[in-house]
């Protein structure tokens, strides 16, 4: 019996060592250090957002300086405008007034935009795709007000009907 009791006394500290170097050694691992940190809410509240704050104040102020730039030398990412009102720019708006009788020629993609006046479709069937009403209009056809009207034909256009009309071009065009 006492053999037997100190076998079991001999096991139940060889098993106290080892669960107690099991914790030493978990203890020592990487865990929770910066090169494998615990993430607790103190450290995203104290380090990561302001950190993420910082780095943001940063990217804005860039963009804003480069915004006053391009505002400053009056030239804003992609846009062009026209040289004079008879030469569309391709990505702005352009009012154009016609007298009755000018015509605007354009190329493929123009888009228009009928704001004051009265006007008809000149050009090759479909003469302008009414973006607005989902049709197309004929050469001949009446274009309706603040409607947006693309050509899809090179040349086709429109014409003046009215006195004075008022049209919004963007893209290549010319007055005729």
Do not use: W
């Amino acid at each position: 019996m006492k053999r037997r009791r100190k076998t079991l006394i001999a096991v139940g500290a060889a098993l106290a060592v080892g669960v107690a170097a099991s914790f030493t050694m978990m203890a020592a691992t990487s865990s929770g250090t910066q090169a494998d940190p615990l993430v607790t809410l103190s450290y995203l509240n104290e380090k990561f957002a302001p950190q993420i704050k910082s780095e943001l104040q940063s990217e804005l102020e860039t963009a804003k300086e480069d915004v006053v730039k391009r505002i400053e030398s009056g030239a804003t990412a992609g846009t062009s405008r026209p040289a004079s009102p008879e030469a569309g720019g391709a990505d702005v708006f352009t009012v154009v007034t016609l007298s009755r009788g000018q015509s605007v020629k354009c190329s493929v993609g123009v888009e228009l935009l009928l704001r004051i006046g009265t006007a008809s479709v000149t050009g090759e069937p479909p003469g302008l795709v009414d973006s607005t009403g989902g049709s197309t209009l004929s050469a001949g056809g009446a274009l309706t007000v603040n409607h947006l009207y693309m050509a899809t034909i090179e040349g086709n256009g429109i014409k003046a009907t009215a006195d004075t009309v008022k049209v919004m071009v963007r893209g290549d065009y010319t007055i005729t």
